[in-house]
């Protein structure tokens, strides 16, 4: 089945030690988006690419960095993880412009712990 | 700036009962799509139901349907016959009719389903 596959489900890095959190599909969605989750809230977009377009929302922190090396990889970087950072990660994609009433697919998300 | 709320931070329904989760948002564009989302505990988020803005007919999917009342902003689900499974962290959604047309989420609903 087509999916968007998250790796790993659970990680656990140290205060102030780099990380990336990896997500792929098979869906060959043109558009993958980053949100980043806390405990019993909404998700909040962190950025997302247009094919090759890098977007970024204007509050996200310059701590969160992305990469798209292809359509079907999107890679998540967290330069310096603080306590705060710890979150659950949600990758989606979707497809526009001709998909926009079918809404995203969800990965099953990766959940961040900061030690 | 568009926002989505659902004032009803949880919600409860007996097994078979029927249960109605608001959502209201705001926007000052004519076009655009609103979402329901299924989030179950540590599980992937998942799309319930879908409502385009232009269409008058509210959708429904199976036990699923929706009130959309655009002239107040309305868009409210509801579950009938509601099940175990049921039991999740329901978002509502918006969606401009965009390129990229990134979601903006509600709060979320907390739905417990007693047996």
């Known amino acids: 089945d087509a999916m968007v596959i998250q790796n790993p489900r659970y990680q656990v890095t140290q205060f102030g030690k780099p990380v990336t959190l990896s997500c792929s599909q098979t869906?060959?969605?043109?558009?993958m988006y980053w949100y980043q989750q806390k405990s019993s809230q909404a998700p909040k977009l962190l950025f997302h690419y247009y094919d090759k377009d890098f977007n970024n929302e204007a509050d996200t922190p310059d701590n969160f960095q992305s990469r798209r090396p292809n359509t079907s990889f999107c890679f998540l970087d967290i330069r310096s993880p603080g306590l705060g950072d710890a979150a659950m990660y949600l990758c989606?994609?979707?497809?526009?412009?001709?998909?926009?009433?079918?809404?995203?697919?969800f990965g099953s998300g990766t959940r961040l712990t900061v030690v | 700036a568009q926002t989505v709320t659902q004032s009803q931070p949880e919600m409860s329904v007996q097994e078979a009962e029927t249960v109605t989760l608001s959502c209201t948002y705001d926007?000052?564009?004519?076009?655009?799509?609103l979402f329901w989302y299924k989030q179950p505990p540590s599980r992937q988020m998942i799309l319930v139901i879908r409502q385009e803005a232009y269409k008058q007919q509210n959708a429904t999917e199976n036990r699923f349907s929706v009130n959309f009342q655009k002239a107040a902003k309305s868009f409210s689900l509801k579950i009938s016959d509601s099940q175990l499974g049921d039991a999740a962290m329901y978002f509502c959604?918006?969606?401009?009719?965009?390129?990229?047309?990134?979601?903006?989420f509600g709060q979320g609903t907390t739905l417990q389903v007693k047996p």
């Open positions: 959604a918006y969606r401009r009719s965009s390129n990229t047309g990134k979601l903006i």
């Open positions: 869906l060959n969605h043109n558009v």
């Open positions: 926007t000052s564009e004519s076009d655009y799509y």
């Open positions: 989606a994609t979707s497809w526009g412009p001709q998909g926009l009433n079918y809404g995203y697919t």
